[in-house]
């Protein structure tokens, strides 16, 4: 019982750099400052107290600080060792993002769902969905709202054989993948969609 009210005043490192429109990085390099207070479970997970995530919402409200919403990048690849390392460098780089990872396309979809992300990187063929359904079903979607969707491949035949069956909207990108070129894209879209929905909002 006591264990259950314990979790139920923290939250994870990542849900706090959420409700603070700031990068997981950057919560971390909080925690190190002692600006956020934090411990760690026997399993070497950090918990941050949701009281000193509070003090800084309210720090921000005072200072009229008007946060950004974090933009959400899924991060769909089945192999952990390089889902682990793409997402690091994605963090590191994309210091407005909340970067999510998963392995498996039935999660992917459920993260999709919540985190309505504005950005999709996926291994071709993920297991556990009909991809291409899935790849339209992003594309669609997308219509109404900015969506850079990149489809990563292991070969040029791989490459050829997709094109014509993914919509001209979406991105193809080689493997072994050049993780700065693609964060440099990532970024790049991203500024342009904020610059984009700024004079959109200046002019409504």
């Known amino acids: 019982m006591a264990t259950d009210a314990l ?21 971390q390099l909080w925690v190190e400052e002692g600006r956020l207070q934090a411990w760690k479970t026997p399993g070497g997970h950090r ?22 919403a ?16 793409l997402q690091q460098q994605l963090e590191d780089v994309l210091s407005d993002c909340v970067v999510i990872g ?12 919540e985190m309505a992300p504005r950005v999709v990187i996926t291994d071709l063929g993920v297991t556990g969905l009909d991809f291409f359904r899935m790849i339209d079903a992003l594309i669609v979607h997308a219509k109404d709202r900015a969506m850079l969707v990149v ?12 094109r014509q069956r993914l919509p001209d909207e979406v991105v193809i990108v080689g493997t072994p993948l050049d993780g ?19 004079r959109t909002g200046e002019g409504r």
């Open 7 to 27: 979790s139920a005043q923290t939250c994870s490192t990542r849900e706090a750099a959420r409700l603070l429109g700031i990068s997981v990085r950057t919560a």
């Open 47 to 68: 918990r941050i107290l949701m009281g000193s995530v509070g003090r800084l919402l309210d720090e921000q409200q005072r200072a009229g600080i008007t946060r950004h």
């Open 70 to 85: 974090p933009f959400g990048v899924l991060l769909l690849r089945e192999n952990p060792d390089e889902r682990q390392a």
């Open 102 to 113: 998963v392995g498996d396309g039935f999660e992917g979809l459920i993260r999709m769902g």
């Open 151 to 162: 489809v990563l491949v292991a070969s040029e035949a791989d490459r050829v054989g997709v």
């Open 180 to 198: 700065a070129e693609l964060t440099v894209m990532v970024r790049a879209f991203l500024r342009n969609w904020r610059r984009d929905d700024e």
